[in-house]
C-alpha cells in the first residue's frame, strides 16, 4: 500500500490575459480576487495543514492588449515562463461581506489613472438574498460580468504576495515553474522550490507576514 503524500503548499496556476490592478488588485496592502475567475473563488479551500497560493502568468494575448500602453516590452523567450503575481489566500469571505468589510477597495469611475480608487474590485453591494447592486466600475459593467462573477460567490483574501505587473513579469525558466495550461487552470502540489525562488525577487508590490507593504518605484 503507497503512502500518502502530505500536501505542504497547494498552487492555483492560470494565465492572464489581462492585468489592470483589478483582477487581481494589490493594492491598499493585500491582495484580493474578487472578481473573474469563479471555478477558483467558490472551490478553492483553506485548511491549517497546508499553504494555498494563486499564481498569475504571462500571455502573449495580454501583451497584444497592453501594446499601446507599454512603452517599454520585453521579449519572451523561448523556454522561459514569465511570472506576474504570487499570493498565498489567507483567507475567504462572502462577496456581500466584502463590500463591508473592505471599503477602501470600493471602485469610483475615473479616468484619473494615479487614482487607485480607478482600480477598486469591491464592487458588488448585495441588497437582499440573491440581490446585489453592481456598482459603477470602469472594468465590469455587464450583466455577463456581474453573472459570472457572483457565481465566485466568495472573494479571496490574500496578505503574504509578491506582484510584478505585465510590464516586468518575473523570468522563470520553464524546467522550475509548476505545471501551466493556456485555458482554466491547474493545481499543482509541494512546490516549495518554486515559492521559494519567487520571494527571493523584488517585486513591483509585495507585503510578507509583516504590516509594511514594500512598493519598488518604476525604473
Given at each position: ?210 504590516p509594511l507593504l514594500r512598493v519598488?518605484?518604476?525604473?
Open positions: 500500500m503507497k503512502k500518502k503524500v502530505q500536501i505542504q503548499n497547494l498552487v492555483y496556476n492560470y494565465r492572464m490575459t489581462h492585468d489592470t490592478g483589478f483582477a487581481p488588485n494589490p493594492f491598499w496592502g493585500v491582495l484580493t480576487l474578487a472578481t473573474c475567475k469563479p471555478q477558483i473563488r467558490k472551490y478553492l479551500k483553506l485548511d491549517e495543514a497546508r499553504e494555498v497560493w494563486l499564481a498569475g502568468w504571462y500571455t502573449e494575448a495580454l501583451k497584444k492588449t497592453y501594446r499601446k500602453e507599454n512603452k517599454k516590452t520585453f521579449h519572451a523567450e523561448e523556454g522561459h515562463e514569465y511570472l506576474i503575481y504570487l499570493a498565498r489566500v489567507t483567507k475567504k469571505i462572502s462577496i456581500g461581506d466584502y463590500w463591508t468589510e473592505f471599503p477602501e477597495k470600493r471602485a469610483i469611475a475615473t479616468h484619473n489613472l494615479r487614482c487607485l480608487k480607478r482600480y477598486g474590485d469591491n464592487i458588488y453591494e448585495k441588497i437582499d438574498d440573491q440581490v446585489y447592486k453592481q456598482h459603477l466600475n470602469i472594468s465590469h459593467r455587464s450583466a455577463k460580468d456581474k453573472k459570472t462573477d457572483l457565481s465566485g460567490e466568495n472573494v479571496l483574501i490574500c496578505n503574504e504576495f509578491y506582484y510584478f505587473g505585465h510590464q516586468k513579469p518575473l523570468r522563470i525558466c520553464a524546467k522550475k515553474c509548476p505545471k501551466i495550461i493556456n485555458r482554466g487552470y491547474v493545481k499543482a502540489v509541494n512546490v516549495t522550490e518554486f515559492l521559494d525562488y519567487v520571494k527571493q525577487h523584488k517585486p513591483l508590490y509585495s507585503r510578507t507576514r509583516g519598488r518605484k518604476h525604473d
